[in-house]
Every structure is written in C-alpha cells, then in structure tokens.
C-alpha cells in the first residue's frame, strides 16, 4: 500500500477510536509526548500499560476466585488498574472501573465477577485496537512516511 | 525544598544558602528542578517522567516509597520536590508524605486516580502541597515549582524571623540570655521575655512590611494548646473542624486558620503516637517510633525540652505533659519569655538527670517510655494536648517549659495544672529541686511525669540537677540530644513528647529522646506536613539544615541548662540564646544536623553539646527547624546526647517548676553554653 493510503487508514482508525470512546484525550497527551528523544514512547507506555493490566486482571480473577474474597484487595487492584488506564487514555477500561469499585463496597461477589467480565472484554478490545494502531504506524514508517497526529 | 548551597547545618538562619526570599530562582528556573517521583504503577510512573523531563526538571523515578524515602535521606538536598502516588502497597502515600515533611521538610505532591472528596482532604490535612487527580496531565505538572518557591520564601521568612528574634520562642529565649541576667526568678524571664516581646513584634512589623508572606505567629502556648486539645475533644476528633474548634476556643486574635494548621500538626501527632506504641524498644526505636513524643517532649518543655524528653520516649506521657504544660504554661502565664531559659534548665537537669542515669535508669526511662506510649495512647486527651501544644510551640513551649521548669513553682503549677499532669509535675519539679538525688532522677522524674503526679520524680530531678552541674551536662546532653531529636522530630515529636512527658517520668522520655536524637534526624523534617501555620515549627524551621538545628538545639539547650543549672533562668536563657546562635554558628551545632532538637545544642552550648550546637538557642520552635534537614550527622549528639540530655532538661524543667529546685546554680549561667562541659 502506498503512504498516502497507510496515513489515511491510520488517521481514520485513531478517528474512531476516539469516537468510539476506546481513546480518550490522554492518549493524544502521549503522542504530544513522543519526540525525536523517545521515538517509541507511545509504544513504550501502551506496552507497560499492556503488561500490567494482564498482571492486574491476573490478580484480579483470582482474588475474586477465594472463598473468602479480600475485597480491599480487590478495591485496590481496580484501583491500580484505574489510573493505568486512565494514564494511557484507554477510557472504556477506566470507565468499568468506576462500577466496580462500587460492587467491591458492596462486597458482592457475583457483581464483581460481572464487572471484572466486563473489564476483561473492554482490556481485549482496546489492546486489539491499538496493537492495530501500531501496525499501521510501523507499516507507515516501513513505507518511507511520517505518522500523521490526530487530535 | 532546596538548601541550595547551605552546607552546614548549623548556619546562621539568615544565611541558609538556600533560597531567599529574594534570591528567588536562578535565571533558568524552574529548569532543573529536581523531581522525585513515587508510583508503583509502572506506567504512570513513566509518563510522569517523561512529562516531566518535557517540562525540563530533572527526574528521578521511583516505585517504592521505601526507596524513595531512602533516596531521601542520603541526598538531603537532592531534589527539590517530591510527587508521590497515594495507593502504594509498600508504604500509604500519606505516611510517606508524613515522613517526608517531618524528615527533609520537601514539599510533596500528592496523586490519584482516586478523586473522592474525603482522599483529597486527607491530602490537604497531611499537608500536602497540592493533590493531582489521575491521568496527570502535563500542564498540571508544569506548575509544580511554585510549591517550591513558596516553601522556600517562607522558609525563608521564617529564618529571618528567628534571625531577627522575631521568632516567638528563639528569639525571646535568645534575648532574654543576652540579656545577661540570668536570675532563675520568673521575674526576669518576664522581663526578658517582655523585652522580646517587644522586639519581636517590632521586628515582626518590620517583617511584615517587608514581606507580603508573613504571617502573624500564634504561639501555641501551653494553654492555647489546651483549650484546643478540650476543643477538639469536644467536637470529637473526626468532627473537628477547624471553624468548630476556632469558635470553642474562642480566642481573640486566633484566626481559622491558625488552627486549621495547628490541628493538622495535631492530627499527624496523633497519628504518630498511634504509630509510636510500637517503637517503644531500644532508644532508637521508642525515638523513631514516637518522633511526636520526641517532639512533643521537646518543645513543651521549654518547649524542647519537655518533648525531647517525651520523645526520647522515656517520659511518661503524663509527666511530659505535665512537663509541658507546664513550660507552656510557664509561658503563657508567664509571659513567656523570662522564663525559657529557667524552664530549660530545669528540663535540662531534668533530662540531664536521666540522662546521666546509667543503663539502668535508661531502662526505666525505656520502660517509662513504653508505658507512656501506651499511656499515651490511654489518655490521649492530656497527653495529646499537651503535647500538641507543646508541639506547636515549640518555642513557646520550649521557653514555657523551661521557663516553667525553672520558674518558680507556681509556674510549675501553672504549666503543669494546665496539663492532667500538672500536679504531678509540680511535684515532680518540687522533688528536682530537691536535688539531692540525681541518680533518681530519672526515675522520679518517670514517676512524677506519670500522671499521678510527680513525687517521685521531683526529688529526683532535683539531685540531678544540684548534682547535675557537672555532670549534669552530660545528662544535659543527652537530653539535649534526645531533645534535639524530640525537636527535630518535629511537630510529631513534640505532641508525642508532650505525652510521653506526662504519663511517665522523665526518665523514660529521656530516653526516648536519645533515641529521638538518633531518629530525629531522620524525622525532623517531618514537618513540612504543616505549611506555615504552624508558626512554631514553620517559623522556626529554617530554610537550611542549619537553622532547624539551631533553633531545636538552642531550644533545648535553653532548657537543657536551665534543667542541668537547676533554675538559673539566665542559663537557660543563655542557652537558648546561646543555642540559636550556636546554631547558627557550628560551634553547637556540630550534631544539629538540620533537625536536631534544640535541646541538643543547649546541652552543647554550655557543656560541650555534641549535638551540635546552636540547638537551644533556637527556642523550642526551631523543632521545626530542625526538621528541615535532618542533620546529617546527628549522630554526634543523638546518640549520647538525647538520651542524657532529655532527662535532664527534663529534670530540670521540672525542677525549676518547682521553683525551688532550682538551685541550679547557674550552671547556665556560663554565656550560654553551659552544655559545653557536657560530656556527651
């Protein structure tokens, strides 16, 4: 595919991904971020963020599996997984945080299976979607042109 | 906050090295500002680092508060700022926050990705300087240097209010020991302490004129303290609001906000003493554990002294309340200046006299101390108090204490009234006076700052501090040391001292307060959690390391020798003067290193304060000081000196309440130092 086309798929894609809520606008603040220094910050970050949120849903699935479920624990692993999705921009993430918490307060084990369900769903889509992403950056850059910024 | 340049601890208060007010930035500032960031979540910690090194400060990231707090401690000055995650699984953002402004004074950031009204407050209450919400943005953090620069400015401010002796507690203390007189009586400490009085609102007008940021100092006095502690509990601590508390009180001239950092300072006391039961093994521990009731010890006994004592863990809450209350009240009633420098003596001896005790009495102190924590925690209400008044004045305090101590007996009973423990404690610094049995003075002093009262203790304390002369400087020291460390202990310290103080005898406070010393150094900044308001301790914290020693040392020096000299007021005023200036000049400070409670300096001063110097002569405010930077190497003086030292101040405050004791002939009559000859 020639860069024209690469650049205009991309720009689409990251589009809808904002529209479609996947992104929010901390994600642009990362792409600010990247420069000539840190070429590969946004994938850096996006890879760390990666990495603990499997660790985090790890955690998650079998706190949530005890008899005796430690809910604080639970809290504070969504917590945790609240602020890395919110620091990334992956906003459906963070956004099933939020009722998750609440079912941790309430100590009830069957909501928060349903949230954490939810959450597993919401991670998958979003790290399909910017692994997607990043392809079509590689792709680009294979083909000789810039990435286009997308607000 | 950054010593810039200010390498000794010891420095004179107007010339930190670092920032002054005007000095302002470099060109290129906030360029450069050094950063330390805390987060155990991987990601958002790399891109705070990489946001901030877009803004051009320098960072350096961090996943573990125990590792960013050791980071600290071995760079004193190595960074600037501090922002730090609230939810880590190592260590609560807050107590790191906690131990941050108590051990480096650095201003700390707060964040989460937990908005809730209740997080932030708690935020707000730690004395956090500011509190971002996750995600962080960049531009929120491109703003951060201004925490610095204004910490810097009032830093600033606050040394050269001491400079100027426009420091409530310091200054007095050092002019009523310049004055030269030092007649143990009440009387003169009054007359001095009028005198500074009047010098200190002149310079403090002057000062305001020059300085937009100045603030009007409430001093924290024994009573002032009390009515807030009654205050507080009436509100129920959870309901105690500020407004609330402002309105029981009802004190003209107190501002919402002069309580609303007070009853921060309070809180974290609280906080601390609830954390110190555990500490109560070894020196060390009991000082580490319980830098409130170092603290607290500290500056009530003259303020410093009492909280030194308290600190050192060896007091009995009771005592060390009693003990502070009575050096604040000593000053409130009092008038607070004249009697600074008696009431340390008589803390001093008091100390001294523990201070000077062999293991043995080490032992009970540690005891004591442990009992008191518990007792503490037990009368959470007398105890707290005092020390929380003590803590916030710690100047005040430290020169009521001291004042107290050495005053007459009806300061004593002043003060000590005022604290649950009062009457004990008159009794305490009845028996000191007595003098004759120095070795029981520690224990006594641990039995009358226990809250039956102070029988034991007094006799007690009362030998030592005849006896204390010569050695009661290295009682002295020890105290001062333990002092220092009450001092430096911070805020913290002092509210603990303050019931260490009371509910066990001096002894046991004394040691703590060796330990305190030890410990102090690492907590004294701790303080930082109380922005400005909290006169005693911001004002006395000077910018540089240096400063906080000064003032904590000349503090506790002050009281250090009015409790080793028994009541020679002048002593103690020399010492407290002596100890700011020794503070600032290295001569005392050596062990000062930034926190060291004043205490220890006034046991140099005059004896040979290893401590390093110019603690007392800060006036117990200086805990605060001395928090800034922990002194580096403390070590001199913490580890003989606060052990000795707290006890004997103790002593002597206590001895010189009693008025009688003090026959503390002057043995802070020298200029000031008496402490010199402390062995230490």
Known sequence: MEVGQLQRSFVEYMTSLFRE?????????????????NPDFVVEVVSLFFEDSERLLNDLTMALDQPNVDFKQVDAHVHQLKGSSSSVGAQRVKNCCVPFRNCCEEQNTEACLRCLQQIKQEYLLVKNKLQTLFELEQQIVAAGGAIPMVQ | MMNIGSGSLVSVPSCTGSWKSGDVVSDQFPVGLRVLVVDDDPTCLRILEKMLRNCHYEVTKCNRAEIALSLLRENKNGFDIVISDVHMPDMDGFKLLEHIGLEMDLPVIMMSADDSKDVVMKGVTHGAYDYLI?????????????????????????????????????????????????????????????????????????????????????VWSVELHQQFVQAVHQ????????????????????????????????????????????????????????????????????????????????????????????????????????????????????????LKYPEGQHQLQLNNSNKQTDLLHGIPTNMELKQLANLHNPSESFVGM???????????????????????????LNGANNGSQVSRLPLSMQQSLSSEGIPGAVPAQSGIVDNAHGSVYNPVSQASSMVDFSVNQSKELQSYNFSLGSNSSGMSTMTNRGMLHEEVNSDIKGSRGFPSNYDIFNELQPKSHNWSLQ?????????????????????????????????HNSEQNRNVPIGKPMYSNGEQSGHSNPMGGPQLNSVGGNMLAVKAERFPDADYQSTIFPVQFGQDDLMSAFLKQQGSVEPVETEFGFDGYTLDNLPV
């Not at chain 2, 910490?151 to 203390?173: A, I, L, M």
């Not at chain 2, 001291?402 to 009794?427: C, E, G, I, K, Y």
């Not at chain 2, 506790?556 to 020794?582: E, K, W």
């Open chain 2, 402 to 428: 001291n004042m107290q101590v050495n005053s007459t007996t009806q300061h004593n009973n002043s003060l000590l009234m005022r604290m649950s423990q009062s009457q004990p404690r008159a009794q305490m």
């Open chain 2, 134 to 218: 996750k995600p962080v943005r960049i531009e929120a953090l491109k703003n951060i240097w201004q925490h610095v620069v204004r910490k810097k400015k009032h830093e600033w401010k606050d040394n050269n209010y001491d400079q100027s002796g426009s420091v409530e507690e310091g200054d007095r203390q050092q002019k009523a020991s310049e004055d030269g007189d030092y007649s143990s009586s009440a009387n003169e400490g009054n007359c001095k302490n009028n005198k500074k009085r009047k010098e200190e609102e002149e310079e403090a007008d002057e000062r305001d004129d020059a300085s937009a940021l100045k603030k009007p100092r409430v």
């Open chain 2, 235 to 354: 509100l129920g601590i959870d309901k105690a609001v500020p407004k609330k508390i402002l309105e029981l009180m009802n004190v003209p001239g107190l501002t919402r906000e002069n309580v609303a950092s007070h009853l921060q300072k309070y809180r974290l006391y609280l906080r601390r003493l609830s954390g110190v039961s555990q500490h109560q093994n070894g020196l060390n521990n009991s000082f580490m554990g319980r830098p409130d009731a170092a603290f607290g010890i500290i500056s009530n006994l003259n303020g410093l002294d009492l909280q030194a004592i308290a600190a050192a863990g060896q007091i009995p809450a009771q005592s060390l309340a009693t003990l502070q209350a009575a050096a604040l009240g000593r000053s409130a009633a009092k008038s607070a200046i004249p009697m600074p420098l008696v009431d340390q003596r008589n803390l001093f001896s008091f100390e001294n006299s523990k």
């Open chain 2, 551 to 583: 003032n904590v040392f000349s503090t506790f020096d002050a009281s250090h020798h009015a409790s080793i000299q028994g009541t020679q007021g002048v002593s103690s005023q020399l010492l407290l003067q002596q100890g700011i200036s020794s503070t």
């Open chain 1, 21 to 37: 809520g996947f992104l929010d606008a901390q994600f642009s603040q990362l792409q600010q971020l990247q420069d000539d220094s």
